[in-house]
């Protein structure tokens, strides 16, 4: 369960805890809305749970395995880089300039949209975390 909003940006990919389902956050104001593949949802901030990174989703959202690193070159040039550690914090590169410490896929999502501008597109429906 999580509880702080503001970390959290329409498009970011989250868990919906009552059916265990991937969701995307399509509008956080007035109401939380998610859309998952086949029904939507309107709830409360407590019915979602934040997706940890793994190099599958990473792939997913269009990275290109190096292992441990997993890059992703943007049509402008930049270069994101997530590199896996076992510690479960992961360090986001853009270009070869350390710029977060990540552990979860939205973290990844905001910083990408940070550096590039772009949304990070992914494509987790139809797949349960649990």
Request: charged share 20%; glycine share 8%; with cysteine.
């Amino acid at each position: 369960m999580h509880e702080n909003i503001n970390e959290f940006q329409v498009g970011n990919w989250v868990i919906y805890l009552p059916e265990g389902n991937y969701c995307t956050i399509k509008s956080l104001s007035p109401q939380l809305l998610l859309e998952g593949a086949l029904q939507s949802y309107t709830c409360k901030i407590e019915s979602i749970e934040v997706i940890e990174i793994t190099g599958d989703k990473l792939q997913v959202c269009g990275f290109d395995v190096q292992h441990p690193k997993f890059i992703k070159k943007t049509n402008n040039g930049i270069r994101v880089t997530v590199t896996l550690s076992s510690s479960g914090i992961y360090r986001l590169y853009k270009n070869d300039e350390e710029f977060y410490k990540v552990k979860y896929i939205h973290e990844v999502q905001n910083a990408y949209n940070k550096i590039t501008g772009e949304i990070l597109q992914g494509n987790l429906y139809g797949v349960r975390e649990r």
